[in-house]
């Protein structure tokens, strides 16, 4: 049974950094491929950040503010925000899936984690 569990959110001001975590069990971090999702009320679900094979994709709105990484010894996938903004403020979610792809889309995804808020005051 696969399991995504996120922690590290929380409240933070706007410029800001956070990091989160996610520990992966029943699910190899080094062969599969993992992403970070994020959903504010009322809105879709948008793909943040993908890392699948080496590659990476990062959404428009977060690069050069958040960085992906994957600590496979750990089994656990890393996201580090950096120069956060209001805007920022969602649930994020960690995603993973069997295939391969690049960037990793919610339609891609076989695996979800429950979630964890991070809410960016100006």
């Known amino acids: 049974q696969v399991q995504l569990v996120e922690s590290g959110g929380g409240s933070v001001q706007a410029g800001g950094s956070l990091r989160l975590s996610c520990a992966a069990s029943?699910?190899?971090?080094?062969?599969?491929?993992m992403g970070w999702f994020r959903q504010a009320p009322g809105k879709e679900r948008e793909g943040v950040t993908s890392?699948?094979?080496?590659?990476?994709y990062y959404a428009d709105s977060v690069k050069g503010r958040f960085t992906i990484s994957q600590d496979n010894a750990k089994n656990t996938l890393y996201l580090q925000m950096n120069s956060l903004k209001p805007e920022d403020t969602s649930m994020y979610y960690c995603?993973?899936?069997?295939?391969?792809?690049?960037?990793?889309?919610?339609?891609?995804?076989?695996?979800w984690g429950q979630g964890t808020q991070v809410t960016v005051s100006p």
């Open positions: 029943g699910y190899t971090t080094s062969t599969g491929c």
């Open positions: 995603a993973a899936s069997i295939g391969s792809y690049s960037p990793l889309r919610s339609y891609h995804v076989n695996y």
């Open positions: 890392i699948c094979r080496g590659w990476t």
